[in-house]
Nanobody, 114 residues
Framework: QVQLVESGGGLVQPGGSLRLSCSASGFFLNEYPVSWYRQVPGKEREFVAFIGSAGAITNYADSVKDRFTISRDNLKNTVALQMNSLKAEDTAVYYC???????WGQGTQVTVSS
């Protein structure tokens, strides 16, 4: 069964950091490009960051550029999103997905609040 699993979310103060992890079952994540997305209630899911299958190509939404870093460990079959200098507006449920997309996972909640 193809499944994506996001983890690492939590509650953090403004200016803090979190590291999210994306793993998969039913397929090898290291064979695919992967993106992170986020969604807040009442809004559409939005793109956050992209990484190519080899890890050499990355791309970021303007809102997270220079604060977030996407990376992958193809031996561990995971993709990480390091989030630094977090802001209240980063609060959302974060999802990962491959390209082409698989079914969405449950996501992981990130809350930035003092």
């Amino acid at each position: 069964q193809v499944q994506l699993v996001e983890s690492g979310g939590g509650l953090v103060q403004p200016g803090g950091s979190l590291r999210l992890s994306c793993s998969a079952s039913g397929f090898f994540l290291n064979e695919y490009p992967v993106s992170w997305y986020r969604q807040v209630p009442g809004k559409e899911r939005e793109f956050v960051a992209f990484i190519g299958s080899a890890g050499a190509i990355t791309n970021y939404a303007d809102s997270v550029k220079d604060r977030f870093t996407i990376s992958r460990d193809n031996l561990k079959n995971t993709v990480a999103l390091q989030m630094n200098s977090l802001k209240a507006e980063d609060t959302a449920v974060y999802y990962c997905n491959r390209h082409p997309a698989a079914s969405w996972g449950q996501g992981t909640q990130v809350t930035v609040s003092s």
